[in-house]
DNA sequence: TGAATGATGCGCT
DNA sequence: GCGCATCATTCAT
C-alpha cells in the first residue's frame, strides 16, 4: 500500500518538488469513481520575480491559496470554460505552484472517456484543461488540502517503471507571453501523454 | 501540415 | 472592458 506525499514534500523550492512530481502517482476519489494518472508534464509558477504567476501581483481573491501552506490544489477557471490544477508548493506566505499539465490515465478511463470525446486513452489527459476535465476538477475543488483523502499524489512503487525511469527534459513554458526565458516546464520525454513535445520525427499510433 | 481563430466566463484595472 | 497558465475546428499553403 502506497503511502501519500505528505505536506514536507510540498514545502520546498518548487523547482524541486517539480521534478521530483514527474512519475508520481495523481489520485483523485471523486463522487462518480476512483481516477488516478502518472504525472509526466508539470511548469513551475513561482510568485517572486516571476511575471507570469498569477501571484505576481499580490494577493487577490483567486490566488489566495497561493499564499496559504503548501500541499493544498489551487484549481481556476481559464478561457472561460477550461479548469487548470495547481499544487500549492513552499512557506505558508510565500505564493508559489505547480501547474500539471499532462497525466497518464491509470484508473477511472471509462469515467473519463464519457466527460471526453477523444478516442485515443492518452489523449485523454495531455493538457491541463483536459485533464481537469477528465478528471471532473473543476473550481469547486479548489482549496482541496493534498494530505486528504479525496485528492492527492502517491509515489509510484519502485518497481513499476522497471523498463526504465522517466526521461525529464526541461524546457520553456507554454501559453505565456512573460517569463519565457525561465526553463520551468518539466516533461517525461518518454510519454506520449506531454501536451507538447519539440519535434516528434514520426509518431504513427 | 501548420497557422489562425472562435468559444466563453471571470478576475482585475 | 480587456486579457487570459486552453482546445478544437477551420482555413491556407
Redesign the pocket.
Known amino acids: 500500500m502506497a503511502r501519500k506525499l505528505d505536506r514536507t514534500f510540498y514545502d520546498r523550492p518548487t523547482l524541486e518538488v517539480c521534478e521530483e512530481l514527474i512519475g508520481q502517482r495523481l489520485v483523485y476519489r471523486s463522487p462518480d469513481g476512483n481516477l488516478s494518472a502518472r504525472v509526466v508534464e508539470v511548469?513551475a509558477?513561482i510568485g517572486q520575480g516571476d511575471p507570469?504567476?498569477?501571484?505576481a501581483?499580490?494577493k487577490?481573491?483567486?490566488?489566495r491559496v497561493?499564499f496559504g501552506k503548501p500541499g493544498f490544489a489551487?484549481i481556476?477557471?481559464?478561457?472561460?470554460?477550461?479548469n487548470?490544477l495547481?499544487l500549492v508548493t513552499e512557506a505558508e506566505g510565500h505564493p508559489a505552484?505547480v501547474?500539471i499539465?499532462g497525466v497518464e490515465p491509470l484508473e477511472g478511463l471509462e469515467l473519463m472517456r464519457v466527460r471526453?470525446?477523444?478516442k485515443q486513452d492518452w489523449?485523454l489527459c495531455?493538457?491541463?484543461?483536459?485533464?481537469c476535465?477528465s478528471f471532473g476538477l473543476t473550481?469547486e475543488q479548489n482549496g482541496l488540502d493534498l494530505t486528504g483523502d479525496k485528492l492527492y499524489l502517491e509515489p509510484m512503487s519502485v518497481g513499476d517503471n522497471s523498463g526504465g525511469r522517466p526521461r525529464i527534459v526541461k524546457s520553456t513554458?507554454?501559453?505565456?507571453?512573460?517569463g519565457q526565458e525561465k526553463l520551468w516546464r518539466f516533461y517525461d520525454a518518454n510519454s506520449q501523454a506531454v501536451?507538447k513535445m519539440p519535434k516528434p520525427k514520426a509518431s504513427v499510433q
Open positions: 511548469e509558477y507570469a504567476c498569477h501571484a501581483r499580490g487577490t481573491g483567486r490566488n497561493m489551487y481556476y477557471l481559464i478561457y472561460g470554460m477550461y487548470c495547481n505552484a501547474l499539465r471526453s470525446k477523444t489523449q495531455n493538457g491541463p484543461g483536459k485533464l476535465r473550481r513554458r507554454i501559453g505565456i507571453s512573460a501536451s
